[in-house]
């Protein structure tokens, strides 16, 4: 079935640990987007890459990485350096000839 | 510069009674404009979207919404709410024409409880 793939659904890391959430499509879309989502604040993006090999910050890019190495995926690095990071994070990707994104079904990561 | 106001964090209704989601939206464009239900603990599932075609805009689930330029508002409405509903439900504004679809604007969400 052709869909966004994020994992794993549930993280927890220590304080001064970097994580990477995994973020994969076989959509054939080229576009893909990370965003956080916090309770009450609705969704804010943090990067997004339009083309292989190329990416932009969003509105909350500090403490956040990104590679885009392939086509189908875009992994999610949350450094130490990003002072709240527990959160909801959701990909997402979307064609080129279609005004729309499509979302995956998002992972849960608690800083302890 | 674009924003959106969902105007009630939350909403409840009885089981088979209308539901009426309200969205208000400010752009300096003609903007594309997307309603979303996100499920507890899930992703985002497009319900419907807008973008400058018929100003009444059919969707999933039997929900509709309606563009009104001169009010600025895109309110989601359902004649006949059920059980499966309750959910968060996101309005939404796109950037504008030729910028990243990324770039995209959210409400805060509103919450819809259905009783039976």
């Known amino acids: 079935d052709g869909g966004i793939t994020q994992s794993p659904k549930y993280l927890f890391r220590k304080e001064g640990q970097n994580v990477t959430l995994s973020c994969e499509q076989n959509?054939?879309?080229?576009?893909m987007y990370w965003y956080r989502q916090d309770p009450g604040q609705g969704l804010r993006l943090i990067y997004y890459s339009q083309i292989v090999n190329d990416f932009q910050k969003g509105d909350i890019a500090e403490g956040y990485s990104v590679s885009r190495e392939k086509k189908e995926s875009f992994p999610l690095t949350v450094t130490s350096a990003q002072k709240n990071p527990t959160a909801f994070y959701l990909c997402?990707?979307?064609?080129?000839?279609?005004?729309?994104?499509?979302f995956g079904e998002g992972s849960w990561l608690t800083v302890v | 510069a674009q924003s959106v106001t969902q105007l009630d964090s939350h909403v409840s209704v009885s089981e088979g009674t209308p539901v009426l989601l309200r969205c208000n939206y400010s752009s300096s464009y003609s903007p594309s404009l997307f309603w979303y239900v996100q499920h507890p603990n899930k992703g985002l599932q497009l319900l419907l979207k807008?973008?400058?075609?018929?100003?009444l805009v059919k969707g999933i689930n039997g929900f509709e919404a309606e563009f009104k330029k001169s009010e600025t508002s895109f309110h989601l409405t359902k004649p006949s709410a059920h059980m499966s509903d309750a959910a968060e439900y996101f309005c939404v504004v796109s950037g504008p024409s030729g910028s990243t679809l990324g770039r995209l604007y959210f409400g805060r969400g509103t919450q819809l409880t259905v009783w039976p």
């Open positions: 807008y973008t400058s075609a018929a100003t």
């Open positions: 959509l054939n879309h080229d576009a």
């Open positions: 997402a990707s979307s064609p080129p000839e279609e005004n729309t994104i499509y």
